[in-house]
């Protein structure tokens, strides 16, 4: 079965400044999705960025993007000038393509933002 | 927003007794899921649908149960509520590619006493 680590329970930036939140998880298959998502107070759960483990290139959207090295099965997200709004959990997921599409999540980092 | 609502949004309940939620959608998605979210584990699947009448177990179905009787409607009961059960449960719907997004709805607080 696979398995997802966020081994940083918390973390803490300065407005504006740059934050990276780790995730590895293990797993034998060669083919399969990384997702990171965003829950903030409110509880809703958002999509932040996805990731095909077939494609070299690291996804981005926007301030967010990707450090995906698949020979360490690690998927680290980078949040560039931080905002306030970022203040949330963030989970990452791991999707087999092989059973039922189902997310197998990490336990989440809390980010905490500063002004 | 995904059309996804849960019902009801918050709920106490005493050990014993049986829970049904409800997990509603408008968007005609073929899978639907439930999880549970706790402290130190994240979210958790609890069980999940790949179409009418069609479900299948997660890594933590003991206690629980679902039916899905129309493509919209998906729904949870414990059939006789633990302290243990006592969670924040999420509805999440897809189309079923693997790339696709899960959508999730608002979640629902229980709590078992």
């Known amino acids: 079965a696979q398995t997802v680590t966020q081994s940083q329970p918390e973390m803490s930036v300065q407005e504006a400044e740059t934050v990276t939140l780790s995730c590895t998880y293990d797993t034998s298959e060669s083919d399969y999705y990384l997702f990171w998502y965003k829950q903030p107070p409110s509880r809703q759960m958002i999509l932040v960025i996805r990731q095909e483990a077939y494609k070299q290139q690291n996804a981005t959207e926007n301030r967010f993007s990707v450090n995906f090295q698949k020979a360490a099965k690690s998927f680290s997200l980078k949040i560039s000038d931080s905002q306030l709004g970022d203040a949330a959990m963030y989970f990452c997921?791991?999707?087999?393509?092989?059973?039922?599409?189902?997310?197998?999540f990490g336990a989440g980092t809390i980010l905490r933002v500063k002004s | 927003d995904a059309g996804i609502t849960q019902s009801p949004r918050h709920k106490v309940t005493e050990t014993g007794t049986p829970v049904t939620l409800r997990c509603h959608q408008t968007?005609?998605?073929?899978?639907m899921y439930w999880y549970r979210q706790d402290p130190g584990h994240g979210l958790r699947l609890i069980h999940y649908?790949?179409?009418?009448?069609?479900?299948d177990k997660g890594e933590v179905s003991d206690g629980y149960s679902v039916s899905r009787s129309k493509t919209e409607d998906f729904l949870l009961t414990l059939e006789s509520a633990t302290s243990s059960q006592t969670s924040v449960y999420f509805c999440a719907i897809s189309e079923g590619q693997p790339l696709d997004e899960q959508y999730f709805g608002p979640g629902t607080r229980l709590t078992v006493t």
């Open positions: 997921a791991y999707r087999s393509v092989e059973y039922g599409n189902k997310l197998v």
């Open positions: 968007e005609n998605h073929r899978y």
């Open positions: 649908s790949y179409g009418v009448k069609d479900t």
